[in-house]
């Protein structure tokens, strides 16, 4: 099993930047893909951006290509997601995963964190 936890969430204004880090602990030899989703009210989950696990690959949704940059430190066992020139409707609960084979978009996930809350001010 793999824990995750993400942290860095918080309230910004329009233009500024945050980065969020999400920690995974327990077995982590085994994660392959990681990807960060956001929930905002009322709304579907949604890929923001995932990474292959030795970080050659990645992508992203179209909403924040250009201003969102997702890495990977496996050494640290600590996924990042990089956000510049936010904007309102970026404001979501902010989750990151991870799955214990390589997935495509639209896969499965295995392991979810809790969630943090980003909120971008106009």
């Known amino acids: 099993q793999v824990q995750l936890v993400e942290s860095g969430g918080g309230l910004v204004q329009a233009g500024g930047s945050l980065r969020l880090s999400c920690a995974a602990s327990g077995r982590t030899v085994s994660i392959y893909t990681m990807g960060w989703f956001r929930q905002a009210p009322g709304k579907e989950r949604e890929l923001v951006a995932a990474?292959?696990?030795?970080?050659?690959?990645?992508d992203y949704a179209d909403s924040v290509k250009g201003r969102f940059t997702i890495s990977r430190d496996n050494a640290k066992n600590t996924l990042y997601l990089q956000m510049n020139s936010l904007k309102p409707e970026d404001t979501a609960v902010y989750y990151c995963?991870?799955?214990?084979?390589?997935?495509?978009?639209?896969?499965?996930?295995?392991?979810w964190g809790q969630g943090t809350q980003v909120t971008v001010s106009s």
């Open positions: 990474i292959s696990r030795s970080g050659r690959n990645t």
């Open positions: 995963a991870a799955a214990l084979s390589p997935v495509r978009r639209g896969g499965e996930y295995d392991n």
